[in-house]
């Protein structure tokens, strides 16, 4: 699942390729590349002050790009992304999404005070995507999360926990995944990350709207829980959910 990846010590965006380090702090970038050719490998030497000049229009590229690899919501269009969720959600076409239109996006309805900012109980496009601005405005676009899983009552060993991304974030933030211990606990952590597993660890997941499925290889867990799950998470540094237990407590039956 993890591996090995190179990070951005500028942006302090975990995961990002070396094109991250180059484009969020070229001086420093360029300034422990040069130390490495020259000391560590000065047969490099020449190499190294020939491609000089590459290596900085290769900066002015990334400059203007900004990071490679923009997950979470940092690479998400706000208008765009509020369209796409209006489009796919809102049943009767009045421009906003009821609390029974949320029941097909249970990401937004598990924190729809932070989406509602008139209290109607209901969200509107407009304000969907001033959510996005202001998640776009915090210093980080990952958290870690913890989920704690009880069935029947009781902590329930054993379990695949899967944070399933809303369909209108696009494919800016990934999938994460976890799996619960004898306690019911487990942490989630980003599928296919190119991290050692601490660094997963310690990443977490990125920032964004989830369905929450539940799934076991003995236990049977009602659709409510999976396949037409009702369960779902809004993963931001706001909410006072970054860091602490989510807990689902399952009930066997439909």
């Known amino acids: 699942m993890c591996s090995t990846h190179d990070w951005c010590w500028s942006c302090e965006h975990h995961a990002r390729p070396i094109s991250c380090n180059l484009a969020c702090d070229p001086v420093t970038?360029?300034?422990?590349?040069s130390v490495e050719r020259?000391?560590?490998r000065p047969s490099m030497t020449i190499y190294h002050v020939t491609y000089m000049p590459g290596l900085l229009l290769l900066w002015l590229i990334l400059l203007l790009n900004g990071c490679g690899d923009k997950g979470g919501q940092t690479g998400l269009d706000p208008e765009t992304a509020a369209a796409a969720a209006l489009a796919s959600h809102d049943q009767d076409g009045d421009g906003r999404l009821s609390r029974l239109e949320l029941k097909t996006c249970p990401g937004i309805a598990s924190a729809l005070d932070?989406?509602?900012?008139?209290?109607d109980g209901a969200v509107s496009a407009a304000e969907i995507a001033e959510r996005i601005r202001k998640m776009q405005q915090m210093p980080r676009d990952n958290a870690t999360f913890?989920?704690?899983?009880?069935?029947?009552?009781?902590p329930l060993s054993g379990a695949e926990v899967r944070f399933q991304p809303a369909a209108f974030q696009g494919s800016a933030t990934k999938s994460a995944v976890g799996q619960t211990d004898e306690f019911g606990r487990c942490n989630m952590v980003v599928e296919d990350l190119e991290m050692t597993e601490q660094e997963c660890l310690n990443f977490g997941v990125y920032c964004g709207v989830y369905r929450v499925v539940i799934s076991h290889s003995s236990v049977t867990?009602?659709?409510r829980y999976n396949t037409d799950t009702e369960l779902g998470v809004h993963v931001a540094l706001d909410t006072g959910r970054s860091g602490e237990a989510a807990v689902f407590n399952l009930s066997p039956g439909h």
Request: glycine fraction near 4%; aromatic fraction near 12%.
């Open 29 to 33: 970038f360029l300034a422990i590349l």
């Open 221 to 223: 867990i009602p659709a």
């Open 114 to 119: 932070h989406y509602d900012q008139d209290s």
């Open 38 to 40: 020259v000391l560590l």
């Open 146 to 154: 913890t989920c704690t899983v009880t069935y029947n009552g009781q």
